[in-house]
């Protein structure tokens, strides 16, 4: 199993940024997807996540700005961040869900200036 994340970056606040996350080793058509950030502890704290066929949860903080989707042709999972705000800055990462795999990517990194 590999994630590669991509699309991070230093962005102001309310600016927006889409990350994307290549996906190999998984049955798209059945897995469920999440967004992870690093957070404080050593786990590593889920934002959101996407069904198989594109169902969607957030977590408070990213609900009304932050929209996952996937395209599983692709193999690929996105997330659009829009209204970014300084607590948004982190290490993003995507893995499997509801049980990750122990083969994270190397995440990509939001920054977001105030």
């Known amino acids: 199993v590999e994630f590669v994340e991509s699309g991070g970056g230093l962005v102001q606040a309310g600016e927006s940024l889409r990350l994307s996350c290549v996906v190999s080793?998984?049955?798209?058509?059945?897995?469920?997807l999440a967004w992870f950030r690093r957070g404080v502890g050593e786990e590593r704290d889920m934002v959101a996540n996407?069904?198989?066929?594109?169902?969607?949860y957030y977590i408070d903080s990213a609900k009304g700005r932050f929209t996952a989707s996937r395209d599983n042709a692709k193999k690929t999972i996105y997330l659009q961040m829009n209204s970014l705000k300084p607590e948004d800055t982190d290490l993003y990462f995507c893995?499997?869900?509801?049980?990750?795999?122990?083969?994270w990517g190397q995440g990509t990194q939001v920054t977001v200036s105030s």
């Open positions: 996407i069904t198989a066929d594109g169902r969607t």
């Open positions: 893995n499997a869900y509801p049980w990750p795999s122990a083969d």
């Open positions: 080793g998984i049955i798209m058509e059945i897995q469920t």
